[in-house]
């Protein structure tokens, strides 16, 4: 019996057990949770990003959101693709020049109506770097994860 079991796993993965599919390429903690627990809702609500609530959780596309408040919470998931942070959130600089890089969730730019976040950490601010070049970075960041094409 348990060679019978054996060989239908071999034959029949088991699924459920890994991230969406999409989710390999987010930028999460251990805990699937996406921009470091800040509350996606509150960049385009708020003068500044908020930290979301440990008790206030959504999880959509394999990731986990926290949010400040019960209506923050109710708009995300009334339109989740609206607020979820572009490029799995990761550095929008870095997605424009083809890799990935970590996020500081306190910086960041909303561009087309979408949430891009940036590295900022020690002595390098990859947002004015952005703001330079953002007529190429855009397309190639729009491209580069389009395509899945950049180094992880």
Known sequence: MKALLFSLFLFFP??????SSEAE?????????????YDPVSYFVNDEPLEGQKTLTYSYNGATYRFTTQANLDTFKADPVKYEPAYGGWCAYAMGKGY????????????????LLFYNKLFTNTLPKWNKD?????????????????DR
């Open 100 to 115: 990935t890089a970590d996020i500081n969730p306190k910086t960041y730019k909303i561009v087309d109506g979408k949430l």
């Open 25 to 37: 390429y987010f930028n999460l903690d251990k805990d699937n949770l996406a921009i470091k627990g």
């Open 14 to 19: 088991v699924t459920g057990f890994s991230q």
């Open 134 to 150: 953002e007529a190429n970075l855009y397309p190639a960041a729009e491209k580069n994860w389009a395509d899945k094409s950049f």
